[in-house]
C-alpha cells in the first residue's frame, strides 16, 4: 500500500466555481469541482502540453481547451481513441478542509 502525504489548502478552495490553477506541495495543480467532488489533475494537458486552466467539465471529463481532449474526472484516463492518461491525484475533504495526497519518496536523504 503507497504512503502519501495529505497537504491542505487553503479554505477557499472548497468554493472554487469550476476549475482553477493551485500551486501546492511545490507542484502546478488544476483542482476541479463538479457535482460537489473535488479532482485533482497535473496542470499540463499530455497531448501536447496545454496550461488545463481553461478547461472545463463536460459529461464527467475534463475538456482540454485547446483541442479538446477528454480526460475522465475519476481516473485520469483519456478518452477512447486517445491512448493517453492525465496524472490524478486523491483529494479528501475533512470537514471544511481540503487536502490533496503526493507519494512519499521510497527513498530519504539525511
Ligand atoms: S494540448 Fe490538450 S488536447 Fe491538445
Known amino acids: 500500500m503507497r504512503q502519501l502525504k495529505w497537504v491542505a489548502l487553503s479554505k477557499t478552495a472548497l468554493s472554487i466555481a469550476d476549475v482553477q490553477i493551485i ?3 511545490g507542484k502546478r495543480l488544476v483542482l476541479v469541482k463538479h457535482d460537489e467532488e ?12 496545454a496550461d ?5 467539465c463536460s ?3 475534463l475538456i482540454c481547451p485547446v483541442h479538446r481532449y477528454q480526460y475522465h474526472l475519476k481516473s ?4 477512447s481513441g486517445q491512448g493517453d492518461y492525465l496524472k490524478n491525484y486523491p483529494v479528501r ?4 478542509q481540503l487536502f490533496i495526497g503526493f507519494n512519499k519518496p521510497w527513498f530519504r536523504f539525511w
Not at 38 to 49: L, Q
Not at 52 to 56: E, K, S, T, V
Not at 76 to 79: I, L, S, V
Open 23 to 25: 500551486s501546492v506541495n
Open 38 to 49: 473535488f479532482y485533482a489533475f497535473t496542470s499540463k494537458c499530455p497531448h501536447a502540453g
Open 52 to 56: 488545463l486552466a481553461n478547461g472545463w
Open 59 to 61: 459529461k464527467g471529463y
Open 76 to 79: 485520469g484516463r483519456g478518452a
Open 93 to 96: 475533504v475533512s470537514g471544511d
